[in-house]
Nanobody
Framework: QLQLVESGGGLVQTGGSLRLACEAS????????MAWFRQAPGKGREFVAR????????SYAESVRGRFTISRDSAKNTVYLQMNSLQPADTAVYLC?????????????????????WGQGTQVTVSS
């Protein structure tokens, strides 16, 4: 069973930066897609970014493109989300998710139902 544990959230001022980490254990991640979603109070889960573990191809939501960067460290079995130029609208619980092979079709990359494993989340709060 794959387990995902997020860390790195916190309180930051507008314009600041944070780096989130998602450590995976229990499975090798060959051909997995690893993603970050976020969920603000009273809203559904919103796709942020994802990366293919094998090869490293990335995709981003338009709302974070150019500000956020997803990456992975194979030696540490960890996925990162570097978040720059943070805005109050980025305030949410950030969750790590995994889509194992055979992967969901590309058009479902932003759909939470395409991901089989989830972490507990880490809170990010951006003050104005």
């Amino acid at each position: 069973q794959l387990q995902l544990v997020e860390s790195g959230g916190g309180l930051v001022q507008t314009g600041g930066s944070l780096r989130l980490a998602c450590e995976a254990s229990g499975r090798t991640l060959t051909n997995y897609y690893m993603a970050w979603f976020r969920q603000a109070p009273g809203k559904g889960r919103e796709f942020v970014a994802r990366i293919r573990w094998t090869g490293g191809s990335q995709s981003y939501a338009e709302s974070v493109r150019g500000r956020f960067t997803i990456s992975r460290d194979s030696a540490k079995n960890t996925v990162y989300l570097q978040m720059n130029s943070l805005q109050p609208a980025d305030t949410a619980v950030y969750l790590c998710a995994a889509d194992p092979p055979p992967n969901a079709i590309h058009s479902m990359r932003g759909d939470p139902s395409a991901y089989d494993y989830w972490g507990q989340g880490t809170q990010v709060t951006v003050s104005s």
